[in-house]
């Protein structure tokens, strides 16, 4: 079973880089599948400071992505997210699946996305162009998308 | 015991972590939320009128205890 990579980072990513590193130097790697999340400047948003617990929000990516891993038959899989001040048009996560078929990496890297977006231990503090702050709230929309992949 | 807060709950207590030695009757979340909330107006504000997953968890010395709001996603 692929051995996840988890980081959660101030710096940008290279999802280019990211992307090649799954299929280096290996030859079973039919299709890489990935989903770069960005920023996007809703209601006046001026930038979103992004926190997390360090270690045990680290740890709990790495249980979904084993999950992943295990429930489809993957190569790689990479989970890069980025932590502290972000603006409008920052890239803030990119999920990376490999495996020698495409529906597998399709589908494993909605997965992850669509649990990132809802359960990953982040909290997210938004600065609003009037000068005033806010703390993001659960969304019943993203809970509903992370729904559809409950096991059967 | 190492007591951590995140996001609104350390905004409002204005500390991101703090190291406390509470009595030997806090043997358990409740009590020591009732216990830190307590330690200043902060910190009552914080932990006033929430409800709490796990109250009756254990707690002892040498844990490490974090408290937060519901998590919002990536």
């Not at chain 1, 790689?76 to 502290?84: L, N, P």
């Not at chain 2, 991101?16 to 030997?24: H, I, L, Y």
Request: hydrophobic residues 50%.
């Amino acid at each position: 079973m692929a051995t996840p990579t988890i980081r959660v980072q101030q710096d940008a990513f290279d999802p280019g880089a990211e992307i090649a590193g799954l299929a280096a130097g290996r030859t079973d790697v039919g299709g890489i599948a990935s989903f770069s999340g960005v920023c996007r400047a809703d209601d006046g948003l001026r930038a979103m400071v992004l926190e997390h617990y360090p270690g045990m929000t680290e740890r709990a990516l790495g249980r979904i992505a084993a999950e992943a891993c295990a429930r489809w038959p993957l190569t790689g899989c990479t989970i890069i997210h980025r932590v502290g001040r972000l603006l409008p048009g920052d890239p803030i996560v990119l999920v990376v699946t490999a495996s020698a078929h495409r529906m597998a990496a399709l589908e494993s890297c909605a997965f992850l996305i669509d649990w990132l977006k809802t359960r990953a231990p982040f909290w997210k503090h938004e600065e609003l162009a009037d000068g005033s702050t806010r703390w993001v709230e659960a969304r019943a929309a993203d809970e509903d998308a992370a729904a559809r992949w409950a096991a059967a | 015991m190492q007591i951590l807060y995140f996001a609104w709950v350390r905004q409002k207590i204005g500390l991101a972590e703090e190291q406390v030695t509470p009595p030997e009757q806090v043997r358990d979340v409740a009590g020591l939320i009732a216990w830190l909330a307590a330690r200043s107006p902060g910190h009552a504000a914080a932990f006033a009128d929430q409800e709490f997953c796990a109250p009756d968890a254990p707690v002892a010395p040498g844990d490490e205890v974090a408290f937060f709001p519901p998590v919002t996603g990536g």
